[in-house]
């Protein structure tokens, strides 16, 4: 029974290899451990959206705490961003006018790169998005307006999330 108690730990921890809790970034980032991250571009008509994706990427890059936030002369890469489009939709309609939103939905788009500071060879890039929902109440500009920080947060989250694990 003991025998039979051993064997069966042993088979449950093996199980588990596989998996690390930090510091599983891709093998040909493995050199790279602070990143800079200047002001990203906007190229769509919301006002300070590059400023808000700009903090949403430090804040998920500090969070996830893969790679180090450095400045621009010091980092080992630089992460460069812009924010290309910002799509809404209709989710739901008011059940007496179809034309007449309750809810709606924002898309927030960003194509991103690494760059390597010191050679300047594109090390990874990609494009990611986030969306959110919100309710279309009285005023529909102040309700877009509070969708974009969540929008955003979801599109750098998911950014991050590549460079950090390679997928």
Known sequence: MRYLLTALIALVLSACQGYHINGTK????????????????????????????????????????????????????VLVGRVTNVNYGQVSSSRIDSLRSEELSATVIIHWKLIDNTTQRVLDQGSSRGTTRFIADGNLQTARRNGMPDATKRATDSMVLTLANGF
């Open 26 to 77: 891709p093998d040909y980032l493995s050199e790279i451990k602070t990143v800079a991250v200047p002001q990203f571009d906007n190229d769509t008509l919301e006002v300070r959206l590059g400023s808000l994706a700009t903090n949403s990427a430090v804040d998920s890059l500090t969070r996830d705490a893969t790679f180090t936030i450095g400045n621009a002369e010091d980092a080992d890469a």
